[in-house]
T-cell receptor, first 111, second 114 residues
Framework: RKEVEQDPGPFNVPEGATVAFNCTYSNSASQSFFWYRQDCRKEPKLLMSVYSSGNEDGRFTAQLNRASQYISLLIRDSKLSDSATYLCAVNEGTNAGKSTFGDGTTLTVKP | ETGVTQSPTHLIKTRGQQVTLRCSSQSGHNTVSWYQQALGQGPQFIFQYYREEENGRGNFPPRFSGLQFPNYSSELNVNALELDDSALYLC?????????????FGNGTRLTVT
């Protein structure tokens, strides 16, 4: 079993739809959590950090459930430009440089 | 603010050869990490350097080695290349002491081993 697991998708949704991704992690000692966005053949870029209280950035909402060991990402009012692969990442300790990534969830938003 | 830069962008090597990939960290960041991303998978942690010393290593054999220089730039060296080493190699910089400090990736080097 992988340390960090994501539904690979693909998720194909129409513009304006709301879509949610989940990511589960197996290491209960995990301390910090992130969502990255990766466009085709590009590097991952930070979308948002995930805080215990949950956090929102415009159309994007991230939640953390420590008891069940999963994080989620909700995208509201999907845009064509949201089409990308979404990677979740988990850090075990205070070492920010060592992250364990899921294999990503691919989202395609269609007109 | 200068971002993370990697070179070269693309590289083709033959099995058994050696390769060196280079990375310049984002200004102000003192830690550099290297990741390997195979097609269809998430980035896999190779190792991290802090104060010019290896500070954590993933499940990669010793033929993967690295260096960090006083200016925080870094190199990844891979000896005796294998076909499975074909991947996107990503360098990422961060703050060592920042538990919630995210990774800032370079644009990557796409390595093809034939």
């Amino acid at each position: 079993r992988k340390e960090v697991e994501q539904d690979p998708g693909p998720f194909n949704v129409p513009e304006g739809a709301t879509v949610a991704f989940n990511c589960t992690y197996s290491n209960s000692a995990s301390q910090s959590f992130f969502w990255y966005r990766q466009d085709c053949r590009k590097e991952p870029k930070l979308l948002m950090s995930v805080y215990s209280s949950g956090n929102e950035d415009g159309r994007f909402t991230a939640q953390l459930n420590r008891a069940s060991q999963y994080i989620s990402l909700l995208i509201r009012d999907s845009k064509l430009s949201d089409s990308a692969t979404y990677l979740c990442a988990v850090n075990e300790g205070t070492n920010a440089g060592k992250s364990t990534f899921g294999d990503g969830t691919t989202l395609t938003v269609k007109p | 603010e200068t971002g993370v830069t990697q070179s070269p962008t693309h590289l083709i090597k033959t099995r058994g050869q050696q390769v060196t990939l280079r990375c310049s960290s984002q200004s102000g960041h003192n830690t550099v990490s290297w990741y390997q991303q195979a097609l269809g998978q998430g980035p896999q942690f190779i190792f991290q350097y802090y104060r010019e010393e290896e500070n954590g290593r993933g499940n990669f054999p010793p033929r993967f080695s690295g260096l960090q220089f006083p200016n925080y730039s870094s190199e990844l060296n891979v000896n005796a290349l294998e076909l499975d080493d074909s991947a996107l190699y990503l360098c990422a910089s961060s703050f060592r002491q920042g538990a919630h400090s995210p990774l800032h990736f370079g644009n990557g080097t796409r390595l093809t081993v034939t």
